[in-house]
């Protein structure tokens, strides 16, 4: 199963962290791979098209980035 995030979802989504703002990182597939906290640097994973909003599941940006694609 996949598919795209609600729209609605991302704009009420923030950082568990934080509580800044998390932009979309898409994968090779053109789906959502990641949210990032630029502030945190930490990226949050999305499985299945559902956000995994934990801190302790979040990947450092760079690890993240390097295993997710470009957005």
Do not use: H, T, W
């Amino acid at each position: 199963m996949s598919g795209r995030l609600d729209p609605e979802l991302l704009r009420i989504l923030v950082c568990p962290k934080c509580k800044g703002e998390l932009n979309v990182r898409l994968g090779d597939d053109g789906a959502e791979a990641f949210l990032d906290c630029q502030a945190c640097a930490l990226g949050y994973p999305v499985e299945d098209g559902i956000p995994v909003m934990l801190i302790e599941e979040a990947k450092p940006l760079s690890a993240s980035a390097s295993a997710g694609g470009d957005s």
